[in-house]
């Protein structure tokens, strides 16, 4: 009596390993476009010295937000006097984010403006309004 299971024949199992290498090399073509679409850029964390009213803008971010390093990389490129709270690493971060409520990262704070996510034209208009750019 047949036990039910079904066996793949020698050439239906060389067919589906076939398929392995250009999956890999998909997932790692995904992966690497990921990282490669923002600079890297060193975030200027917003500290006692710093002050963050020495800061044009203040940003909550995570280490692992690709739209968090576009943001950084944007103020970087456009000479923006910013400061960042990691809402998983300073308590002070965490605190603002969950005051925000808005429950998405980057929060970007400019003067009495919140934006919330990596919308390079919202900023620049945010920006201008409050005569940084």
Do not use: H
Not at 3 to 23: A, C, D, F, M
Not at 36 to 59: F, H, I, N, R, Y
């Amino acid at each position: 009596m047949a036990t039910g299971k079904l066996e793949q024949s020698p050439t239906e199992q060389s067919s589906n390993r076939r398929w392995l290498p250009l999956i890999f090399l998909f997932v790692a073509f995904i992966a690497l476009t990921q990282y490669a679409q923002s600079p890297a850029v060193e975030p200027v964390m917003c500290t006692e010295k710093l002050g963050v009213a020495a800061a044009d803008v203040v940003m909550l971010s995570a280490s692992w937000c690709r739209y968090c390093r576009k943001a950084r990389g944007f103020f970087v490129s456009e000479q923006v006097s910013y400061c960042e709270y990691d809402i998983e690493k300073t308590v002070t971060g965490a605190a603002m984010y969950q005051r925000s409520r808005f429950g998405a990262i980057p929060v970007i704070f400019v003067g009495g403006e919140t934006l919330v996510g990596f919308d390079r034209d919202s900023i620049e208009l945010v920006l201008a309004a409050n005569d940084l750019l």
